[in-house]
């Protein structure tokens, strides 16, 4: 097993592109069973398989209420993992499938998931103007907070699309009452990424003096670069036992992870997109029908709960999070 090969095409900054590297090259720290086990924090995005960023060009939007919705059987799924588990994760909800499925929003909460805002219709931020960005993430917050009756405080972007050019985004955050934040992905990518950015959870301080809590998805240097240790296209990708060892590696540095994963993706039978490059097939259709019983595993093998819980264990004391300012930005509205 030593020698498996390691097909790593998923991310351009990687060096060894689209060339297998063997695991023992980037497994090479031993690490001891005995380490102190952070609650790492466990994060799902509830959009449907025809929402995601990639198939954008193939599926026109206006066509998304006549395609058939799989996203509740598919959350279910997940609830009843999570439950047998007893674990709390992170629901990142798009106020386009509240307003489709109110029931599972609720069911999520009376689970005792924490129910967070994953926008409204999806839409990359830096596609958006500043006044649509607030528009569009207010309305979703309503949504949900009507759903639940609870104040929604945590947020994630559609495909992490926080980056260099739309961090006047975190400032509107900030406005719209939220105070946690998990968009940035610390690496480069063609579609999101904020490469050099913060690699563990930090207080962001923005130009009007506010703060939010930025939990960023979690990366590790091997073999040169930052490797996504976060779930998603990387863990269908990667071989299970390379996921754990690089999450292990994290908490063995005192840290807790972010893991991530879409319903869809513990869908082998949904419906196949038609018109996408070969690229954009393989990383959304690479692996789904392992993704059940890998994400099984993961649960057995770290401890998990909410964003907010995995903040609260790791961090009692915010005060003594590192502060970062990423440098100063103008509302582009302004
Ligand atoms: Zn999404």
Known sequence: ?????????DNKSLPFTPNSVKLSAIMTQRIPDNIVRPLNALTFDVEDYFQVAAFDAAIDRNSWDRLPLRVEKNTLLLLELLARH????????LGWIA??????????????????????????????????????????????????????????AASYSITRESLWALEILAEEGFTTDSSIFPIRHDRYGLKGGPRQPHLVRLPSGRQL???????????????PVSGGGYFRLYP??????????INAGGQPFVFYLHPWELDPEQPRIENVGPLTRFRHYNNLRRC???LNRLLCDFSFSTVSESIRADYPDLDRLPV????EYRLASA
């Open 213 to 227: 809590l930025e939990f960023p998805i979690s990366t590790i240097r091997a073999l040169g670069v930052y490797l």
């Open 292 to 294: 059940h019983a890998r």
């Open 99 to 156: 307003e489709k499925v109110p029931g599972l929003v609720r069911e999520i909460a009376e689970c005792g998931h924490e129910v967070a805002c994953h926008g409204y219709g999806h839409k990359l931020v830096y596609h958006q103007s500043p006044q649509e960005f607030r528009d569009e993430t207010r309305r979703s917050k309503r949504i949900l907070e009507e759903l639940i009756q609870a104040p929604v405080s945590s947020y994630r």
């Open 240 to 249: 299970y036992r390379l996921s754990r060892y690089l999450a292990r590696r």
């Open 1 to 9: 097993m030593a020698t498996a090969g390691l097909k790593l095409d």
């Open 86 to 93: 007893q674990v709390k994760a992170t629901f990142y909800i």
């Open 324 to 327: 970062h300012c990423y440098g």
